[in-house]
């Protein structure tokens, strides 16, 4: 049988039943080797994976919620950055593989979640931090009065832009300045200082509660209440500061 004949048999299966592999590349008479080649259409292509759109959302909504910390308004943006990023995982699972960005979406989620607990933290943090300042603050208050300085007490009651600085000649800046020794005048003459020094020391003050707090124009602002008991006649009286 002669080469060309060959070439044109059917390919035999072998004693197993299965098709017998391709005869090697034929040498030409010339003797150059025929190279053989695959077929385009038998390459596999990989399938395209589109990214989910959620996932990158809430990866922007975990960046965007530092923002929470600076104030309560904006406490939904983790809210909203933990709600896609689960949804968006949720969907991934679901569709894999041909949906991607799971780690688009667990960043988001990770700091949305960090976000949502650290911005009320900081929140609460800071009220904790501002009641024990102005408690502070109020003892300075009371002390002065009770040691029988009305003009240190004043200046706790301004600005503090405007205040005088506490030691040295303070008594000074106010009898030197008839608008200021009227104010000062004005001052004492208030029935509360008037009452707080006349106890002259003798009264026991207490924290009582925190009314209300706020933010001003001016910054953090807040309302404390503070019982003052003093001793008369043998039975101990309470009023409210």
């Known amino acids: 049988m002669s080469q060309g004949e060959a070439a044109k048999q059917p390919q035999r299966a072998n004693q ?26 038998e390459v596999a292509v990989e ?78 943090v800071h009220r904790w931090l501002l ?10 208050w009371f002390d002065f009065l009770r040691q029988g300085a009305p003009h240190k007490a004043h200046q706790l009651t301004l600005h503090p832009g405007s205040r005088q600085p506490l030691e040295g000649k303070l008594w000074d800046h106010y009898t030197n300045d008839w608008r200021n020794y009227k104010e000062i005048q004005g001052y004492v003459g208030c029935p509360l200082i008037r009452t707080l020094l006349a106890l002259n020391g003798k009264a026991e003050v207490r924290y009582y509660d925190t009314e209300r707090q706020w933010e001003g124009d001016d910054g953090d602002a807040l309302r404390q209440v503070y019982a003052v008991t003093f001793e008369e006649e043998g039975k101990k009286k309470t009023f409210f500061v």
């Open 16 to 41: 197993s039943g299965q098709p017998a592999s391709p005869p090697p590349a034929e040498k030409s008479s010339t003797g150059i080797f025929k190279a053989r080649f695959s077929d385009p259409q």
């Open 47 to 124: 399938e395209y994976r589109a990214v989910c759109g959620l996932a990158v959302i809430g990866l922007l909504l975990g960046l965007l919620s530092v923002t929470a910390l600076f104030t309560r308004l904006l406490w939904v943006v983790p809210v909203a950055g933990i709600a896609a990023s689960a949804v968006a995982l949720r969907r991934i699972a679901e569709e894999a593989p041909s949906l991607i960005g799971r780690k688009a979406a667990l960043v988001g989620l990770i700091l949305s979640v960090g976000f949502a607990v650290a911005a009320p933290t900081d929140w609460v």
């Open 131 to 140: 009641r024990r300042e102005a408690r502070q603050f109020a003892t300075f």
